[in-house]
Nanobody, 119 residues
């Protein structure tokens, strides 16, 4: 079993910054890619950023140049640095990890952390 624990959400003014963290636990498994998704009220969940185990990154067009995803493989932790935040970035942010081991492969999700951008 793999558990993901997110932290770092909160209320921030437009133009501000936040840093989200997601720590994965579960010693029997390894983690490949790690993603950040978000879901705004009344909207579909969308992929925000992805990072592979080798460090290759991808971003949604809406966050390119403002958000940076990074990871610490030794700590099984992924980060999302969010700068120049806009009200439309308001959403619940979820961490997802591609997990493999013991002949299995599956996705694990965190519980989500609320990010609110408002003056």
């Amino acid at each position: 079993q793999v558990q993901l624990e997110e932290s770092g959400g909160g209320l921030v003014q437009p133009g501000g910054s936040l840093r989200l963290s997601c720590a994965a636990s579960g010693s029997r498994f390894s983690i490949n890619r790690m993603d950040w998704y978000r879901q705004a009220l009344g909207k579909e969940r969308e992929l925000v950023a992805r990072i592979t185990s080798g460090g290759t990154t991808n971003y949604a067009d809406s966050v390119k140049g403002r958000f940076t995803i990074s990871r610490d493989n030794a700590k099984n932790t992924v980060y999302l640095q969010m700068n120049s935040l806009k009200p439309e970035d308001t959403a619940v942010y979820y961490c997802k990890a591609g997990v493999y081991g013991l002949g299995l492969s599956f996705d694990a999700w965190g519980q989500g952390t609320q990010v609110t951008v408002s003056s």
